[in-house]
């Protein structure tokens, strides 16, 4: 088992531009979270699917958030367009139960 | 919303010494699950431990183990016979079932182990 695997590890983009962060869940697992975390406020969840459907994505910030999950192995989170705000570490993890997350290695994101 | 509060932004502890990590929510629920991850620099979130709010029995793995106190709605967790590759930053974690178990994560506790 490989666990949660996530692209790119690092980052860093000028204010505007698209960023793609992807995520491969662990197989089995039907659920899959997007969470980013900052030293101001901490661990927040953007959104999370089951079986590749949305279920709540009442974290995600703004209209300039959008993730997909096209299969069950993979899922991506876009930012379009970047701000330095959204400069952050973005973790993907996965769960089969709902009762314990794994997580990914986390993606560093740098806007300048 | 359920709050989950770690009163303690940093501690430290001397190698092979004994540490606890406090820990404190807030919920309505009765049935819910709550969690200490470990996120060493490496940046990755660890599970360190779990409890399940219907079990008297404290949690134990090895060096960790937690001190439920159901009624006082605390949760802390005691790390013993420090070692170095203990040091990182350590959240608790709350889940409950009535809130879609959705988890709320605390703040953190960075710990630094003095050899």
């Known amino acids: 088992d490989a666990g949660v695997i996530q692209s790119p590890r690092h980052e860093v983009t000028e204010m505007g531009q698209e960023v793609t962060l992807r995520c491969k869940p662990i197989?089995?697992?039907?659920?899959l979270f997007w969470y980013r975390q900052t030293m101001m406020r901490g661990l927040e969840l953007l959104i999370y699917?089951?079986?590749?459907?949305?279920?709540?994505d009442s974290g995600m910030p703004e209209d300039r958030f959008s993730a997909k999950m096209p299969n069950a192995s993979f899922s991506t989170l876009k930012i379009q367009p970047s701000e330095p705000r959204d400069s952050a570490v973005y973790f993907c993890a996965s769960s089969l139960d709902r009762v314990i997350l794994h997580f990914g290695n986390g993606t560093r994101l740098t806007v300048t | 919303a359920q709050t989950v509060t770690q009163s303690q932004p940093e501690m430290s502890v001397q190698e092979a010494e004994t540490v606890t990590l406090s820990c404190t929510y807030d919920t309505s629920e009765s049935d819910y699950y709550l969690f200490w991850y470990k996120q060493p620099p490496s940046r990755q979130m660890i599970l360190v431990i779990r409890?399940?709010?219907?079990?008297?029995q404290n949690a134990t793995e090895n060096r960790f183990s937690v001190n439920f106190q159901k009624a006082a709605k605390s949760f802390s967790l005691k790390i013993s016979d420090s070692q170095l590759g203990d040091a990182a930053m350590y959240f608790c974690?709350?889940?409950?079932?009535?809130?879609?178990?959705?988890?709320?994560f605390g703040t953190g506790t960075s710990l630094t182990v003095i050899p």
């Open positions: 699917f089951n079986n590749n459907v949305p279920i709540d």
């Open positions: 409890q399940e709010a219907y079990k008297q």
């Open positions: 197989s089995g697992h039907d659920y």
């Open positions: 974690a709350y889940s409950g079932s009535n809130t879609g178990n959705q988890f709320y």
